[in-house]
């Protein structure tokens, strides 16, 4: 296999990281064949009135990975590329991230095939509203809570929360994550992802005795995560000096103002038609464009990868300059030119550390909508860096011990938490 993968091989490409961790940490019989395979994996097809009368019927997935810790938890993507393959696998890698920050829950994702730019809002409301009817059954507070991920945010939570509502005859706020906070989405939430990769770089960054000022980032992608992440650390002090869309890139050497790019983004510009600099907006006075994945190539101390998996692949690593790498996108860099990255001692902080915000405030979120609470913003944050700063220092210290990459010391610690769960659980169990 060579090059950028295309689903097809995703899965296994992911799951090539579990053998590994299985000879290192001793996990045997098992644990070992139910972590290798998703639990429960449903297909659907979601039928949509269209504006002009039309029926459009499109594919949907969601996959449980396992309710080993706790219930299934993670987002759904609308996408024109997603797959059942991709799903699986995003549905593995919940698992794990679930298990390596310590919350009681196993892994989930779900997919719609489709370009989502290609709807009308009506349109957009009825898919995410059947796409619930089509999953409820398996859906729930106690057995898989959906979430935002690839062109899904707030509001799809929102029409998706009503429609479980209607379908349930009452309220449960708790059975999806990511809400609106009028709905009982919990504040901090939209932020969280991008938040919680700059406590991690933070993290790793004092260790390094590396101030923020001195630092150099490069963000591939502009979506939710990757604004977010940009804008917090822009405040911070460090210097953004490139981030690219799906259609192009841009690069400034002085650092780029993430806000008024944000602005123009939300009018539908893309990087390379925006305004940089006049009399009243100002994104940096020396912005260059550059061709989408030249941004990947660049000399930057920390790469920032926040846009979709196989971005960094066996054909483009070695073009990779950067002194380290930050995953905020699931799955950014294929196990093969991670090991490359790894041979050439370039750290890669991994997905299942970096990109845990999301995921952690979710769980927040259910955990105040299960007690009838709202905690202040402040109160949210604060749990976010504590809870992150824990894990994470565990994980530090454990690749620092035992010779080993950060990823390869989050997995281990995410795996040993599963395996021993299935121990604990006795022998004689035949489901989850
Ligand atoms: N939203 C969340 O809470 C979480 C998201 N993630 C992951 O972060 C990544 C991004 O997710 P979101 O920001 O939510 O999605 P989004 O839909 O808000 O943004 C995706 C961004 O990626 C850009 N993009 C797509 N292909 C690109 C390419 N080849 N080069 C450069 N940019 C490209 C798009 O233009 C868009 O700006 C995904 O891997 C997602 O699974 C992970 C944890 C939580
Ligand atoms: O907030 C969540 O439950 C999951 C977010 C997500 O899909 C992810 O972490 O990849």
Same mark, same amino acid.
């Given at each position: 296999m060579s090059g950028q993968m295309d689903h097809a091989n995703l899965f296994d490409d992911a799951r090539s990281r579990l053998e590994e961790v299985f000879d290192a940490i001793g996990v045997q019989g098992d644990a070992r064949e139910r972590l290798r395979q998703p639990s429960l994996s449903l297909q659907v097809s979601v039928?949509?009135?269209?504006?002009?009368?039309?029926?459009?019927?499109?594919? #949907?997935?969601?996959? $449980?990975?396992?309710?080993?810790?706790?219930?299934?938890?993670? =987002?759904?993507?609308?996408?024109?590329?997603?797959?059942?393959?991709?799903?699986?696998?995003?549905?593995?890698?919940?698992?794990?991230?679930c298990a390596v920050v310590d919350l009681p829950y196993g892994g989930g994702k779900g997919g719609v095939k489709v370009d989502p730019k290609q709807l009308s809002k009506l349109e957009l409301e009825r898919l995410a509203r059947g796409y619930v009817r089509a999953i409820a059954d398996i859906m729930g507070p106690d057995r898989d809570i959906p979430a935002p991920d690839v062109n899904t945010n707030a509001t799809v939570? =929102?029409?998706?929360?009503?429609?479980?509502?209607?379908?349930?005859? #009452?309220?449960?706020?708790?059975?999806?994550?990511?809400?609106?906070?009028?709905? =009982?989405?919990?504040? =901090?939430?939209?932020?969280a992802t991008g938040r919680g990769a700059l406590h991690v770089l933070d993290l790793w960054a004092?260790?390094?005795?590396?101030?923020?000022?001195?630092?150099?980032?490069?963000?591939q992608g502009f979506g939710n995560a990757a604004y977010h992440f940009a804008r917090l650390a822009h405040e911070r002090g460090y210097r953004i000096v490139a981030v690219s869309d799906s259609k192009g890139a841009i690069y400034s050497r002085e650092g780029l103002d993430p806000d008024p790019i944000m602005e123009q983004k939300t009018h539908n510009q893309r990087l390379h038609d925006m305004v940089y600099c006049d009399d009243s907006v100002c994104i940096a006075d020396d912005v260059e464009k550059l061709e989408r994945d030249e941004l990947l190539t660049l000399e930057v101390d920390v790469l920032a990868?926040?846009?979709?998996?196989? $971005?960094?692949?066996?054909?483009?690593?070695d073009q990779v300059k950067a002194r380290a790498v930050l995953e905020i996108a699931n799955g950014p860099v294929t196990s093969q030119a991670d090991e490359r990255l790894e041979k050439r001692g370039v750290p890669v902080l991994p997905d299942v550390l970096a990109n845990t915000g999301g995921v952690i405030v979710s769980y927040?979120?259910?955990v105040q909508n299960r007690n009838g609470e709202r905690w202040a913003e402040e109160n949210v944050n604060a749990r976010l860096a504590e809870r992150l700063e824990r894990q994470s220092q565990l994980i530090f210290e454990r690749a620092e011990r035992e010779e080993i990459s950060y990823r390869?010391?989050?997995?281990?610690?995410?795996?040993?938490?599963?395996?021993?769960?299935?121990?604990?659980r006795g022998n004689c169990q035949d489901s989850e």
């Open positions: 039928p949509v009135r269209m504006d002009d009368g039309s029926l459009r019927v499109f594919p #949907g997935w969601r996959v $449980q990975y396992n309710n080993i810790l706790g219930p299934a938890k993670g =987002g759904i993507r609308f996408h024109p590329e997603v797959s059942q393959e991709e799903v699986t696998t995003l549905s593995f890698w919940m698992a794990v991230k939570m =929102g029409w998706m929360a009503d429609e479980f509502d209607h379908l349930a005859r #009452g309220k449960v706020p708790a059975a999806i994550t990511g809400k609106p906070p009028a709905l =009982g989405g919990s504040l =901090g939430r939209v932020a004092a260790r390094e005795r590396r101030k923020p000022e001195e630092t150099t980032v490069a963000i990868l926040a846009a979709l998996e196989n $971005q960094i692949h066996e054909d483009n690593v927040y979120e259910w390869k010391a989050a997995y281990r610690q995410g795996i040993e938490r599963i395996a021993e769960a299935i121990q604990l």
